[in-house]
């Protein structure tokens, strides 16, 4: 709201309201509300501008209601919620004709009854005097029964009542919150598949949560990863939502993928991630820094980040890099999305094109690929579209593609893909295909054909913004009459007449009337040239909302007749499936108890010399390791369990006789033993002879107490060698004269596990453990790396699984041990200085373990 023109704009900040102002007019520039603004600026200049007794002039002195009215109008306005912008203040100055101290009052809108027409229908002048120019008297509400506010709440009761009645459905979101669904979702394709707007899917949830981190240039994702991961770790979602991690407007170096990687690994919970830049004229700003190092992502990328997307970021440098990478990668991707990248080159898209189709089938579970805004032209469309459609050759099954805004035009190459296809059962769902000049080519035609059989599965098709005429939209509704699966077709945006449409129109009618089984829910003829109609936006809306009313009632009897199956079909078999008691789910009738791996983690603080002098020692990564082995037993979802504990001779006792058949010791690494923590904070030398004669002690009837051991460890040969001559069968080490990195050694974990978990035979596992560490994306020397590994002995037969475990609805089991979170999880993040401090929390430590109080200073 701009104040009165007599309330200076001094004055208006001198009390406090300019920057409230600033964001009110802000808020109110939303295209999307300038309807309802423009109803309520009608409501207001009613109330307050006809109240007067009406004269030939309609003129009313704004100094004859005083200094106490005017501020009772201001109030009164702040307080009904009636504020305006700049621009709609200023149009009401032209339409009231603000001249001096006076107001010109406007003529009221069609529809509106004002008094002086009213009196002069019943023949009766009536004058009102300038008491009755009641301004509520600051209430919000007309309680007080004058005469103007209870005429002006009767129209607004009708004119409510009549837009209630005219009222059309509108799948479209506000601005503001498209807005914000692009930096959230700067792929429509992935958007619409998170949140279905024109798509009837049921089980769909809506649900999202987005993390979008500030702009700016990250040499580290040290410390935001921190941060992140406790937010992720307060985060209780439902069972369906999407979580993702954007980045806006960013450049990056350094140490960025590494730790971005180990936060990934330590928010299972995150499922998309996003890079994206606003559009920009200069060219040289596409070779930004850092856009080569988001490509080495997708090597070691974890298995619960399935959503990827580039938006406008990556260079040509990294693009190559990209299809480089995808030809070796083993990717668990769902979504693909690289987008609005015109400056990228037709040859490296061409090989990105062929990385995403490749022999070794790199992205076998990609089933949404959005190359939308990258003027691929015809030829390299046609390619894309060809790998969709022919699935039967191809490793890879497209459901969902965008290829809009590329240039296609007359599309002779994307025509001759269509009719050439000879798929039986293409997988393609939804294709988008708007703003690429079909105009009135041969394409166009071919595509409303194409609806009949090779498209005749799609679920939603977007062809707005291409130039179409009559000839397209008579071709289409013939083919509509055939196709039973279409729910959303978008034609927004091109050049039908009027009496085009009133023939589609007609032909919808008549398929509701003939019952012809249709799915079609939603149709966008919005933009088109020249606009619709008022009846034929109302006839299209009463033909949508039928078809949906239809679907929905044919769902809920499908779904009612299914639960009834499904109930029939479980009372014949309740003894097995159910309680006697309770009659719910028995699963421990069908699971044998789970099979545990011991997990021993040491972390000793310092080491003390001959001298006692004490040394620190790096602490390892073991949240982390932890966290890789969560995911992998998570998602293999077999009855494992898991059992933590730290690496004492005491918990290894313990393990021993607890009978644990599989061992896993993560810890820093010596040519002659290994590193044990003393149980406060110290570290054990336990040599390799202390170890054999432990395990012996813990034979039965001399056999191994273990099945299988992973030592991670650097030079842990020689304790490898020792478990293998105390009669283990199979041991993973490290060579005796190497020193591991410890991401190597996480990047061979995750993948080696996965693998055992769900029933892979140890050779196997090994081999894709190895060929993980080859591929990763963090190691400088990943071959020299993957060579350290050793699996003994070494003319053992490996050929066999560890695990025969049963699949698990939910995992992890029911067990204290397995739980994710400990105790330092409530903890809070250390400062990001905190580091080579060992030896004081070593002393301090001990002091608290042998003293009944202590006091730290400084």
């Not at 004229?281 to 930004?288: P, R």
């Not at 990209?322 to 030809?327: V, Y």
């Not at 099945?707 to 080490?733: I, P, Q, Y």
Request: with cysteine; net charge negative.
């Amino acid at each position: 709201w701009k104040p009165p023109l007599e309330v200076t704009d001094v004055e208006f900040s001198k009390n406090g309201h300019s920057e409230l102002g600033s964001l009110f007019c802000h808020l109110c520039q939303d295209r999307d509300t300038a309807e309802s603004r423009e109803r309520l600026l009608h409501q207001f200049m009613n109330i307050y501008d006809c109240s007067s007794a009406p004269s030939t002039q309609h003129v009313r002195s704004m100094t004859s209601l005083g200094h106490n009215s005017h501020k009772a109008i201001i109030r009164t306005m702040h307080r009904s919620g009636s504020f305006a912008n700049e621009v709609d203040y200023d149009s009401l100055q032209e339409r009231v004709g603000i001249r001096g101290n006076s107001i010109a009052v406007p003529t009221p809108s069609v529809g509106d009854i004002n008094l002086r027409d009213r009196a002069e229908i019943d023949g009766n002048e009536t004058v009102v005097s300038t008491s009755d120019d009641n301004f509520l008297r600051c209430h919000q509400f007309p309680l007080n029964g004058w005469r103007v506010e209870r005429d002006w709440v009767m129209r607004h009761c009708q004119s409510l009542t009549e837009s209630r009645s005219v009222s059309t459905f509108s799948p479209h979101l506000p601005s503001r919150v498209n807005d914000l669904l692009r930096v959230c979702f700067p792929s429509n394709l992935i958007q619409d598949e998170v949140i279905p707007l024109c798509c009837f899917r049921p089980n769909a949830s809506f649900n999202f949560r987005a993390l979008a981190m500030p702009s700016g240039h990250y040499f580290s994702f040290r410390h935001e990863g921190q941060i992140v991961s406790q937010e992720c770790q307060t985060i209780q979602p439902p069972e369906r939502v999407h979580c993702v991690l954007c980045f806006r407007n960013s450049t990056f170096a350094g140490e960025f993928a590494d730790s971005l990687l180990k936060a990934l690994y330590l928010c299972p919970i995150l499922q998309g991630l996003s890079f994206s830049n606003d559009a920009v004229a200069d060219e040289s700003a596409h070779e930004q820094e850092g856009s080569e190092l988001l490509p080495f992502l997708v090597r070691a990328i974890p298995s619960s980040v399935t959503h990827l997307t580039f938006d406008n970021v990556l260079s040509n440098n990294a693009a190559l890099s990209l299809s480089n990478i995808l030809k070796g990668a083993n990717s668990s991707l769902h979504a693909l999305a690289v987008i609005n990248s015109p400056h990228i080159s037709q040859t490296n898209f061409a090989s990105l094109v062929e990385s995403i189709n490749g022999l070794s089938a790199p992205l076998r579970f990609l089933r949404v690929l959005d190359l939308s805004g990258n003027l691929l032209g015809d030829f390299e469309s046609a390619k894309v579209l060809s790998i969709a459609l022919s699935h039967s050759s191809s490793s890879i099954a497209i459901e969902r593609l965008d290829l809009s805004n590329n240039g296609i035009g007359e599309g002779n190459e994307v025509k001759r893909v269509l009719e050439d296809c000879v798929s039986n059962d293409p997988r393609l769902e939804a294709l988008k295909l708007a703003n690429n000049d079909f105009g009135e080519g041969v394409l166009a035609s071919q595509l409303a054909a194409s609806l009949g059989d090779v498209l005749a599965k799609l679920v939603s098709i977007d062809l707005s913004g291409n130039d179409l005429s009559d000839a397209f939209l008579a071709g289409l509704g013939g083919i509509l009459l055939t196709n039973c699966q279409l729910v959303n077709l978008n034609i927004s945006k091109n050049q039908f007449s009027t009496s085009s449409i009133n023939s589609f129109l007609s032909r919808l009618q008549n398929m509701s009337k003939l019952n012809v089984s249709t799915q079609l829910s939603f149709v966008h003829l919005e933009g088109n040239v020249p606009p619709l109609a008022s009846n034929q936006e109302m006839v299209l809306s009463d033909i949508l909302s039928a078809n949906r009313q239809r679907r929905v009632a044919a769902y809920l009897k499908e779904r009612k007749s299914s639960s009834l199956q499904i109930e029939s079909d479980s009372c014949t078999n309740t003894s097995s499936l159910t309680s006697d008691i309770t009659g719910e789910p028995n699963l421990d009738r069908k699971l044998p108890p789970a099979e545990t791996i011991a997990v021993l983690f040491s972390a000793p603080l310092v080491w003390r010399d001959a001298e006692n002098n004490y040394h620190p020692i790096e602490m390892l990564d073991f949240k982390l390791e932890k966290s890789l082995l969560w995911q992998c037993f998570s998602e293999a979802s077999r009855n494992i369990d898991l059992s933590y504990d730290n690496a004492t001779t005491g918990r290894l006792q313990a393990v021993l006789t607890r009978g644990f058949k599989c061992l896993h010791f993560s810890g820093h690494g010596h040519p002659y033993s290994l590193t044990f923590e003393d149980g406060s904070g110290g570290i054990h030398w336990f040599s390799v002879e202390q170890l054999k004669a432990l395990i012996s002690g813990g034979m039965d009837n001399g056999e191994a107490p273990f099945e299988f051991v992973f030592v991670s460890a650097c030079h842990s040969a020689l304790a490898g060698h020792t478990f293998v001559d105390c009669g283990v069968r199979h041991v993973v080490c490290c060579q005796q004269e190497s020193q591991l990195m410890d991401r190597a050694a996480l990047s061979f974990t995750r993948a080696f596990y996965l693998a055992l978990a769900v029933g892979r035979t140890l050779k196997d596992s090994f081999e894709i453990g190895k060929h993980a560490v080859l591929s990763s994306a963090t190691l400088l020397n990943p071959e020299e790396e993957m060579s350290k590994f050793m699996l003994l002995p070494e003319n053992g037969n490996h050929d066999v699984p560890i695990f025969k475990a049963d699949e698990v609805s939910e995992w992890p089991l029911n067990s204290m041990n397995s739980s994710k979170g400990d105790i330092n999880d409530s903890l809070p993040t250390p400062p990001q200085g905190f580091f080579g401090r060992e030896a004081d929390l070593y002393h301090v430590l001990n002091l608290v373990l042998n003293r009944r109080l202590v006091n730290i200073v400084g």
